[in-house]
Protein backbone atom coordinates (compact mmCIF):
# COMPACT_ATOMS: atom_id res chain seq x y z
CA UNK A 1 0.00 0.00 0.00
CA UNK A 2 1.51 3.15 -1.27
CA UNK A 3 1.07 6.16 1.49
CA UNK A 4 -0.40 9.19 0.19
CA UNK A 5 0.77 11.61 2.66
CA UNK A 6 4.43 11.78 4.01
CA UNK A 7 6.39 13.61 6.21
CA UNK A 8 8.05 16.63 4.57
CA UNK A 9 10.42 19.54 5.80
CA UNK A 10 9.11 22.32 4.00
CA UNK A 11 12.57 24.52 4.68
CA UNK A 12 13.07 25.10 0.47
CA UNK A 13 9.66 27.31 0.63
CA UNK A 14 10.45 31.00 0.46
CA UNK A 15 7.00 31.34 1.54
CA UNK A 16 6.00 28.83 3.72
CA UNK A 17 7.29 28.26 7.09
CA UNK A 18 10.11 25.75 8.95
CA UNK A 19 8.45 22.94 9.82
CA UNK A 20 8.00 19.22 9.47
CA UNK A 21 4.36 18.20 9.21
CA UNK A 22 2.46 15.86 7.10
CA UNK A 23 0.91 17.00 3.72
CA UNK A 24 0.94 15.12 0.46
CA UNK A 25 3.84 16.14 -1.66
CA UNK A 26 1.84 16.46 -5.08
CA UNK A 27 -1.35 16.11 -6.48
CA UNK A 28 -3.52 13.01 -5.91
CA UNK A 29 -3.45 12.21 -9.81
CA UNK A 30 0.41 12.66 -9.80
CA UNK A 31 0.34 10.20 -7.16
CA UNK A 32 -1.60 8.04 -8.75
CA UNK A 33 0.57 8.11 -11.95
CA UNK A 34 3.62 7.27 -9.88
CA UNK A 35 2.10 4.19 -8.53
CA UNK A 36 0.73 2.72 -11.74
CA UNK A 37 4.09 3.21 -13.55
CA UNK A 38 6.19 1.35 -11.11
CA UNK A 39 4.41 0.56 -7.65
CA UNK A 40 8.08 -0.22 -5.97
CA UNK A 41 9.69 2.78 -6.89
CA UNK A 42 6.95 4.95 -6.28
CA UNK A 43 6.86 3.88 -2.78
CA UNK A 44 10.68 4.47 -2.71
CA UNK A 45 10.09 8.10 -3.83
CA UNK A 46 7.84 8.66 -0.82
CA UNK A 47 9.56 6.53 1.68
CA UNK A 48 12.66 8.75 0.46
CA UNK A 49 11.67 11.23 0.45
CA UNK A 50 10.57 11.29 4.14
CA UNK A 51 13.45 9.56 5.51
CA UNK A 52 16.35 10.82 3.46
CA UNK A 53 15.62 14.53 2.17
CA UNK A 54 17.71 17.33 3.92
CA UNK A 55 16.64 17.25 7.77
CA UNK A 56 17.10 20.88 9.94
CA UNK A 57 20.08 20.98 12.18
CA UNK A 58 20.59 16.77 12.01
CA UNK A 59 22.58 14.95 9.16
CA UNK A 60 22.34 15.74 5.34
CA UNK A 61 20.01 12.65 4.11
CA UNK A 62 21.72 10.27 3.02
CA UNK A 63 20.41 6.26 4.22
CA UNK A 64 21.27 3.15 2.74
CA UNK A 65 18.71 0.46 1.77
CA UNK A 66 19.11 -2.93 1.31
CA UNK A 67 18.80 -3.91 -2.13
CA UNK A 68 19.26 -0.46 -3.28
CA UNK A 69 22.42 0.98 -2.11
CA UNK A 70 22.88 4.43 -0.78
CA UNK A 71 20.10 6.62 -1.42
CA UNK A 72 19.02 10.66 -1.36
CA UNK A 73 16.72 12.80 -1.48
CA UNK A 74 18.93 16.05 -0.12
CA UNK A 75 19.24 18.00 -3.31
CA UNK A 76 22.61 19.29 -1.93
CA UNK A 77 23.86 15.70 -1.51
CA UNK A 78 22.42 14.63 -4.47
CA UNK A 79 24.04 18.05 -6.64
CA UNK A 80 27.43 17.02 -5.02
CA UNK A 81 27.13 12.95 -5.87
CA UNK A 82 26.67 14.20 -9.43
CA UNK A 83 28.84 16.89 -9.74
CA UNK A 84 31.99 14.61 -7.93
CA UNK A 85 33.85 12.91 -10.73
CA UNK A 86 36.46 11.47 -9.16
CA UNK A 87 34.28 9.60 -6.67
CA UNK A 88 31.12 8.76 -8.99
CA UNK A 89 30.95 6.96 -12.00
CA UNK A 90 27.93 7.26 -14.52
CA UNK A 91 29.46 4.23 -15.91
CA UNK A 92 29.67 1.76 -12.89
CA UNK A 93 27.12 -0.68 -11.47
CA UNK A 94 24.30 1.39 -11.07
CA UNK A 95 24.54 4.29 -13.95
CA UNK A 96 22.99 3.68 -16.75
CA UNK A 97 26.56 4.13 -18.61
CA UNK A 98 26.49 0.40 -17.33
CA UNK A 99 23.20 -0.44 -18.88
CA UNK A 100 24.74 1.07 -22.37
CA UNK A 101 27.69 -0.37 -22.22
CA UNK A 102 26.72 -4.13 -22.21
CA UNK A 103 23.96 -2.79 -25.27
CA UNK A 104 26.78 -1.26 -27.60
CA UNK A 105 29.94 -2.47 -26.53
CA UNK A 106 32.47 -1.11 -24.39
CA UNK A 107 33.41 1.96 -26.35
CA UNK A 108 30.70 3.24 -24.74
CA UNK A 109 32.80 3.35 -21.48
CA UNK A 110 34.76 6.11 -22.81
CA UNK A 111 31.80 7.89 -24.44
CA UNK A 112 29.80 8.01 -21.36
CA UNK A 113 32.64 9.12 -18.55
CA UNK A 114 36.67 9.12 -20.00
CA UNK A 115 38.53 11.68 -21.58
CA UNK A 116 35.89 10.82 -24.92
CA UNK A 117 32.45 11.88 -23.40
CA UNK A 118 34.23 15.41 -22.62
CA UNK A 119 35.25 15.51 -25.67
CA UNK A 120 31.82 15.04 -27.19
CA UNK A 121 30.17 17.09 -24.79
CA UNK A 122 32.79 20.07 -26.15
CA UNK A 123 31.62 19.41 -29.54
CA UNK A 124 28.28 18.88 -28.96
CA UNK A 125 27.07 22.03 -26.61
CA UNK A 126 26.15 23.65 -29.75
CA UNK A 127 23.60 21.05 -31.16
CA UNK A 128 20.59 22.02 -28.44
CA UNK A 129 20.61 25.65 -27.94
CA UNK A 130 17.84 27.97 -26.95
CA UNK A 131 17.46 28.84 -30.99
CA UNK A 132 18.39 25.99 -32.41
CA UNK A 133 15.65 23.89 -29.99
CA UNK A 134 13.13 26.66 -30.67
CA UNK A 135 14.05 25.84 -34.42
CA UNK A 136 13.36 22.15 -34.26
CA UNK A 137 10.19 22.43 -32.59
CA UNK A 138 8.86 25.38 -35.03
CA UNK A 139 9.92 23.05 -37.98
CA UNK A 140 8.85 19.42 -36.65
CA UNK A 141 5.48 20.29 -34.70
CA UNK A 142 4.00 23.29 -36.58
CA UNK A 143 1.30 21.36 -37.97
CA UNK A 144 0.29 19.32 -34.84
CA UNK A 145 0.22 22.20 -33.09
CA UNK A 146 -1.68 24.18 -35.29
CA UNK A 147 -4.39 21.20 -35.60
CA UNK A 148 -4.75 20.87 -31.77
CA UNK A 149 -5.01 24.58 -31.77
CA UNK A 150 -7.95 24.80 -34.09
CA UNK A 151 -9.74 21.58 -32.48
CA UNK A 152 -9.75 23.35 -28.78
CA UNK A 153 -11.19 26.64 -30.15
CA UNK A 154 -13.83 25.01 -32.56
CA UNK A 155 -15.26 23.01 -28.84
CA UNK A 156 -13.84 19.69 -29.58
CA UNK A 157 -11.14 17.86 -26.90
CA UNK A 158 -7.85 16.94 -27.39
CA UNK A 159 -5.89 14.26 -25.62
CA UNK A 160 -2.67 15.63 -25.19
CA UNK A 161 -0.80 12.54 -23.61
CA UNK A 162 -1.45 11.03 -27.30
CA UNK A 163 -0.50 14.56 -28.79
CA UNK A 164 3.04 14.39 -26.68
CA UNK A 165 3.64 11.12 -28.15
CA UNK A 166 3.13 12.11 -31.72
CA UNK A 167 5.13 15.47 -31.13
CA UNK A 168 7.63 13.17 -29.72
CA UNK A 169 7.99 10.94 -32.49
CA UNK A 170 8.20 13.19 -35.06
CA UNK A 171 11.07 14.96 -33.37
CA UNK A 172 12.78 11.78 -32.81
CA UNK A 173 12.18 10.75 -36.50
CA UNK A 174 13.65 14.12 -37.70
CA UNK A 175 16.82 14.13 -35.55
CA UNK A 176 17.35 10.82 -36.20
CA UNK A 177 17.16 11.04 -39.79
CA UNK A 178 15.02 7.65 -39.73
CA UNK A 179 14.60 6.73 -43.22
CA UNK A 180 11.28 5.79 -44.79
CA UNK A 181 9.10 7.15 -42.10
CA UNK A 182 10.20 11.08 -43.21
CA UNK A 183 13.38 11.56 -41.12
CA UNK A 184 15.38 11.65 -44.91
CA UNK A 185 13.45 14.69 -45.38
CA UNK A 186 11.63 13.44 -47.94
CA UNK A 187 8.03 14.49 -46.26
CA UNK A 188 7.04 15.07 -42.40
CA UNK A 189 6.35 12.06 -40.97
CA UNK A 190 2.15 10.57 -40.65
CA UNK A 191 0.56 10.41 -36.87
CA UNK A 192 1.34 6.70 -37.27
CA UNK A 193 5.27 6.69 -37.89
CA UNK A 194 5.33 9.52 -35.08
CA UNK A 195 3.54 6.78 -33.02
CA UNK A 196 5.55 3.79 -34.02
CA UNK A 197 8.76 5.53 -33.25
CA UNK A 198 8.18 6.56 -29.60
CA UNK A 199 6.83 3.26 -29.10
CA UNK A 200 10.31 1.53 -30.20
CA UNK A 201 12.04 4.37 -27.71
CA UNK A 202 9.42 3.07 -25.18
CA UNK A 203 10.56 -0.60 -25.51
CA UNK A 204 13.98 -0.02 -25.32
CA UNK A 205 13.30 2.34 -22.15
CA UNK A 206 11.49 -0.65 -20.63
CA UNK A 207 14.49 -2.81 -20.70
CA UNK A 208 15.84 -0.51 -17.96
CA UNK A 209 12.92 -1.48 -16.24
CA UNK A 210 14.51 -4.13 -13.98
CA UNK A 211 17.07 -1.79 -13.45
CA UNK A 212 16.31 -0.43 -9.94
CA UNK A 213 17.65 -3.13 -8.16
CA UNK A 214 20.74 -4.23 -10.67
CA UNK A 215 22.38 -2.38 -13.81
CA UNK A 216 23.00 -5.84 -14.76
CA UNK A 217 20.97 -7.46 -18.36
CA UNK A 218 20.06 -10.60 -18.98
CA UNK A 219 21.44 -12.05 -22.40
CA UNK A 220 18.25 -11.91 -24.21
CA UNK A 221 17.55 -8.54 -22.59
CA UNK A 222 20.97 -7.39 -24.28
CA UNK A 223 19.83 -9.03 -27.61
CA UNK A 224 16.13 -7.46 -27.78
CA UNK A 225 17.68 -3.95 -27.17
CA UNK A 226 20.84 -4.20 -29.35
CA UNK A 227 17.60 -5.20 -32.17
CA UNK A 228 16.22 -2.14 -30.89
CA UNK A 229 18.89 0.32 -31.17
CA UNK A 230 19.91 -0.86 -34.84
CA UNK A 231 16.67 -0.34 -36.09
CA UNK A 232 16.02 3.18 -34.78
CA UNK A 233 19.51 4.67 -35.74
CA UNK A 234 19.53 2.61 -39.18
CA UNK A 235 19.29 5.54 -40.87
CA UNK A 236 22.17 7.19 -38.84
CA UNK A 237 25.68 6.31 -41.22
CA UNK A 238 23.49 7.95 -44.38
CA UNK A 239 22.41 10.95 -42.99
CA UNK A 240 25.88 11.37 -40.58
CA UNK A 241 27.52 11.22 -44.58
CA UNK A 242 25.14 12.80 -46.43
CA UNK A 243 22.55 14.98 -44.25
CA UNK A 244 22.63 19.05 -44.61
CA UNK A 245 24.50 20.90 -41.88
CA UNK A 246 21.27 22.29 -40.76
CA UNK A 247 19.82 18.47 -39.51
CA UNK A 248 21.32 17.22 -36.39
CA UNK A 249 22.80 14.18 -38.24
CA UNK A 250 24.71 16.45 -40.35
CA UNK A 251 25.62 19.28 -37.83
CA UNK A 252 27.29 15.73 -35.63
CA UNK A 253 29.70 15.42 -38.75
CA UNK A 254 30.21 19.12 -38.66
CA UNK A 255 31.32 19.48 -35.69
CA UNK A 256 33.50 16.59 -35.88
CA UNK A 257 31.75 13.82 -34.25
CA UNK A 258 32.69 10.48 -35.79
CA UNK A 259 30.18 8.10 -36.85
CA UNK A 260 30.68 6.29 -33.48
CA UNK A 261 30.18 9.17 -31.23
CA UNK A 262 26.82 9.92 -33.61
CA UNK A 263 25.37 6.74 -33.13
CA UNK A 264 26.23 6.97 -29.16
CA UNK A 265 24.75 10.15 -29.06
CA UNK A 266 21.55 8.91 -31.43
CA UNK A 267 20.99 6.44 -28.75
CA UNK A 268 21.44 8.51 -26.25
CA UNK A 269 18.85 11.32 -27.30
CA UNK A 270 16.30 8.71 -28.01
CA UNK A 271 16.21 7.27 -24.53
CA UNK A 272 16.66 10.00 -23.09
CA UNK A 273 14.64 12.60 -24.58
CA UNK A 274 11.52 10.56 -25.41
CA UNK A 275 9.31 9.58 -22.60
CA UNK A 276 10.74 12.02 -20.09
CA UNK A 277 9.44 15.13 -22.62
CA UNK A 278 6.51 13.55 -23.17
CA UNK A 279 5.78 12.92 -19.65
CA UNK A 280 6.58 16.22 -18.55
CA UNK A 281 4.11 18.00 -21.10
CA UNK A 282 0.93 15.83 -20.15
CA UNK A 283 1.51 16.18 -16.67
CA UNK A 284 2.40 19.71 -16.71
CA UNK A 285 -0.86 20.41 -18.35
CA UNK A 286 -3.00 18.46 -15.60
CA UNK A 287 -0.97 19.86 -12.99
CA UNK A 288 -2.21 23.50 -14.14
CA UNK A 289 -5.77 22.63 -14.54
CA UNK A 290 -5.98 19.99 -10.97
CA UNK A 291 -4.40 22.73 -9.33
CA UNK A 292 -6.03 25.39 -10.76
CA UNK A 293 -2.53 27.28 -11.56
CA UNK A 294 -3.98 27.65 -15.11
CA UNK A 295 -6.13 30.56 -14.07
CA UNK A 296 -2.68 32.57 -12.57
CA UNK A 297 -0.80 31.58 -15.73
CA UNK A 298 -3.66 32.90 -17.90
CA UNK A 299 -3.65 36.26 -16.02
CA UNK A 300 0.14 36.50 -16.13
CA UNK A 301 0.07 36.08 -20.21
CA UNK A 302 -2.45 38.11 -20.39
CA UNK A 303 -0.51 41.07 -18.32
CA UNK A 304 2.38 40.18 -20.69
CA UNK A 305 0.17 41.10 -23.40
CA UNK A 306 -1.10 44.42 -21.89
CA UNK A 307 1.87 45.35 -20.69
CA UNK A 308 5.16 44.35 -22.62
CA UNK A 309 8.15 44.67 -20.63
CA UNK A 310 12.16 43.56 -21.12
CA UNK A 311 13.15 41.09 -19.48
CA UNK A 312 16.74 40.59 -18.40
CA UNK A 313 18.51 37.79 -19.54
CA UNK A 314 17.44 34.43 -18.59
CA UNK A 315 14.67 35.52 -17.25
CA UNK A 316 11.92 33.95 -17.57
CA UNK A 317 8.40 34.49 -19.27
CA UNK A 318 5.11 33.43 -17.52
CA UNK A 319 4.96 30.52 -19.55
CA UNK A 320 8.32 30.01 -19.12
CA UNK A 321 8.00 29.63 -15.45
CA UNK A 322 5.31 27.73 -15.50
CA UNK A 323 7.54 25.19 -17.80
CA UNK A 324 9.89 25.47 -14.92
CA UNK A 325 7.70 24.48 -12.04
CA UNK A 326 6.21 21.60 -14.40
CA UNK A 327 9.90 20.16 -14.58
CA UNK A 328 10.20 20.32 -10.65
CA UNK A 329 7.05 18.93 -9.75
CA UNK A 330 7.00 16.10 -12.47
CA UNK A 331 10.98 15.67 -12.24
CA UNK A 332 10.05 12.70 -14.72
CA UNK A 333 13.54 11.37 -14.59
CA UNK A 334 12.59 10.54 -10.64
CA UNK A 335 15.69 9.05 -9.97
CA UNK A 336 19.35 9.22 -11.42
CA UNK A 337 21.79 6.27 -10.33
CA UNK A 338 25.62 6.42 -10.29
CA UNK A 339 28.10 3.98 -9.32
CA UNK A 340 30.68 4.75 -6.38
CA UNK A 341 34.25 4.47 -7.75
CA UNK A 342 36.30 5.10 -5.01
CA UNK A 343 35.75 5.51 -0.92
CA UNK A 344 34.56 8.65 -0.18
CA UNK A 345 32.82 10.48 2.98
CA UNK A 346 29.75 12.42 1.68
CA UNK A 347 27.20 14.13 4.34
CA UNK A 348 29.47 11.68 6.97
CA UNK A 349 28.88 8.69 5.61
CA UNK A 350 31.46 6.51 4.41
CA UNK A 351 30.59 4.86 0.91
CA UNK A 352 32.94 2.34 -0.40
CA UNK A 353 34.27 1.98 -3.85
CA UNK A 354 31.44 -0.57 -5.36
CA UNK A 355 28.50 0.51 -3.88
CA UNK A 356 25.62 2.67 -5.72
CA UNK A 357 24.27 5.93 -5.05
CA UNK A 358 19.99 6.46 -5.80
CA UNK A 359 19.43 10.04 -5.86
CA UNK A 360 16.15 10.62 -5.61
CA UNK A 361 15.02 13.55 -7.71
CA UNK A 362 11.78 13.40 -7.93
CA UNK A 363 11.84 13.52 -4.14
CA UNK A 364 14.02 16.13 -3.33
CA UNK A 365 12.56 18.61 -6.07
CA UNK A 366 8.84 18.10 -4.86
CA UNK A 367 9.80 18.74 -1.04
CA UNK A 368 9.59 22.31 -2.37
CA UNK A 369 6.28 22.94 -1.93
CA UNK A 370 3.28 22.97 -4.10
CA UNK A 371 3.27 23.78 -7.95
CA UNK A 372 2.52 27.33 -8.38
CA UNK A 373 2.85 28.96 -11.89
CA UNK A 374 4.13 32.05 -10.75
CA UNK A 375 6.87 30.00 -8.13
CA UNK A 376 10.14 31.76 -8.32
CA UNK A 377 13.66 30.03 -8.67
CA UNK A 378 14.18 27.76 -6.18
CA UNK A 379 17.70 28.01 -4.80
CA UNK A 380 18.01 24.00 -3.37
CA UNK A 381 16.84 22.37 -6.34
CA UNK A 382 18.22 24.86 -8.93
CA UNK A 383 17.29 22.50 -12.50
CA UNK A 384 17.84 18.96 -10.40
CA UNK A 385 15.18 17.26 -12.81
CA UNK A 386 17.98 17.67 -15.79
CA UNK A 387 20.73 16.10 -13.38
CA UNK A 388 23.95 18.18 -12.61
CA UNK A 389 27.67 18.43 -13.33
CA UNK A 390 28.88 16.73 -16.93
CA UNK A 391 26.02 14.67 -17.54
CA UNK A 392 23.63 17.65 -17.01
CA UNK A 393 20.84 16.94 -19.50
CA UNK A 394 22.25 17.85 -23.02
CA UNK A 395 18.63 18.04 -24.60
CA UNK A 396 17.06 20.79 -21.94
CA UNK A 397 16.52 23.59 -23.68
CA UNK A 398 14.97 21.60 -26.40
CA UNK A 399 12.78 19.75 -23.66
CA UNK A 400 12.14 23.44 -22.21
CA UNK A 401 10.72 24.97 -25.84
CA UNK A 402 8.62 21.69 -26.26
CA UNK A 403 6.72 22.19 -23.43
CA UNK A 404 6.96 25.91 -24.08
CA UNK A 405 5.20 25.31 -27.31
CA UNK A 406 2.64 22.71 -26.12
CA UNK A 407 1.56 25.19 -23.62
CA UNK A 408 1.09 28.20 -25.51
CA UNK A 409 -0.93 25.94 -28.33
CA UNK A 410 -3.15 25.20 -24.99
CA UNK A 411 -3.33 28.65 -23.45
CA UNK A 412 -2.65 31.46 -26.11
CA UNK A 413 -6.26 31.92 -26.81
CA UNK A 414 -6.66 32.98 -22.96
CA UNK A 415 -9.09 30.06 -21.92
CA UNK A 416 -8.85 27.87 -19.36
CA UNK A 417 -9.03 24.07 -19.85
CA UNK A 418 -10.90 21.28 -18.18
CA UNK A 419 -10.00 17.61 -18.16
CA UNK A 420 -12.51 15.54 -19.83
CA UNK A 421 -10.95 12.25 -19.04
CA UNK A 422 -7.46 10.60 -18.57
CA UNK A 423 -5.47 7.09 -18.02
CA UNK A 424 -2.30 6.65 -16.27
CA UNK A 425 0.44 4.25 -18.39
CA UNK A 426 0.94 1.18 -16.48
CA UNK A 427 4.28 -0.30 -15.87
CA UNK A 428 6.49 2.00 -17.63
CA UNK A 429 9.75 3.78 -16.80
CA UNK A 430 9.04 7.33 -16.95
CA UNK A 431 5.30 7.96 -15.36
CA UNK A 432 2.81 9.68 -17.78
CA UNK A 433 -0.81 9.80 -19.18
CA UNK A 434 -1.68 7.54 -21.54
CA UNK A 435 -4.10 9.38 -22.22
CA UNK A 436 -5.38 13.05 -21.04
CA UNK A 437 -8.19 14.25 -22.74
CA UNK A 438 -8.99 18.08 -22.46
CA UNK A 439 -11.35 20.42 -23.52
CA UNK A 440 -11.98 24.28 -23.39
CA UNK A 441 -13.52 24.50 -19.66
C1 LIG B 1 11.60 16.77 -19.67
C2 LIG B 1 12.51 16.21 -20.40
C3 LIG B 1 13.84 15.73 -19.94
C4 LIG B 1 14.30 15.44 -18.67
C5 LIG B 1 13.53 15.53 -17.36
C6 LIG B 1 15.67 15.01 -18.81
C7 LIG B 1 16.47 14.64 -17.74
C8 LIG B 1 17.79 14.26 -17.86
C9 LIG B 1 18.64 13.90 -16.76
C10 LIG B 1 18.24 13.87 -15.30
C11 LIG B 1 19.86 13.59 -17.26
C12 LIG B 1 21.11 13.19 -16.46
C13 LIG B 1 21.19 11.70 -16.29
C14 LIG B 1 22.35 11.27 -15.42
O1 LIG B 1 23.11 12.12 -14.93
O2 LIG B 1 22.49 10.06 -15.21
C15 LIG B 1 19.78 13.74 -18.70
C16 LIG B 1 20.82 13.47 -19.57
C17 LIG B 1 20.70 13.57 -20.94
N1 LIG B 1 19.62 14.06 -21.65
FE1 LIG B 1 17.87 14.70 -20.87
N2 LIG B 1 16.01 15.03 -20.12
C18 LIG B 1 14.94 15.48 -20.85
C19 LIG B 1 14.87 15.69 -22.21
C20 LIG B 1 15.89 15.46 -23.08
C21 LIG B 1 15.83 15.71 -24.50
C22 LIG B 1 14.63 16.30 -25.25
C23 LIG B 1 17.03 15.31 -25.03
C24 LIG B 1 17.52 15.36 -26.44
C25 LIG B 1 16.79 15.11 -27.49
C26 LIG B 1 17.85 14.85 -23.92
C27 LIG B 1 19.14 14.38 -24.04
C28 LIG B 1 19.94 14.00 -22.99
C29 LIG B 1 21.27 13.46 -23.14
C30 LIG B 1 22.00 13.23 -24.47
C31 LIG B 1 21.75 13.18 -21.86
C32 LIG B 1 23.09 12.57 -21.49
C33 LIG B 1 24.08 13.64 -21.22
C34 LIG B 1 25.43 13.09 -20.77
O3 LIG B 1 25.50 11.96 -20.26
O4 LIG B 1 26.40 13.83 -20.94
N3 LIG B 1 17.13 14.95 -22.76
N4 LIG B 1 18.51 14.15 -19.04
Redesign the pocket.
Given at each position: MIPHTVRVTTTADPTGPRTSRVVPPTTRHELRLLVAARPAMAAVLLAGGAVAGPRRGGRAGLRKVPGLGWVTADPVVGRQV?TDHRHFT?VGEG??GHLWAQILGDWVLDL?DGPG?HA??TRSREL?TEVSAAALVDGAWSGPLHDARRTLAAGRSVDVGRLARVLVGR?MIS?LGIPGAGGGGERLPSDDEALTAFATGERLASIALASAGSTYLAPEQVSAAQAIVAELTRGVPDGWRHAPADRLLGRCRELGLGLDETTG?AS??MV??TE??A??MARTTALLVDTGEQHRLLRLMADEREHPVARGAGEPDAVENAVREG?RVT???SV???GVSSDVEVAGRMLRAGERVMIL?WSANVAAGAFRADRPYVRETRQL???A????????A??RA??AALLHTLYDDGAPLRVVSRRAMRRVLVPGYDELVVALG
Open positions: LIGVFHLRFMLLLLAGTSSALSPAIGRTWFGGRHLCLGALAEI
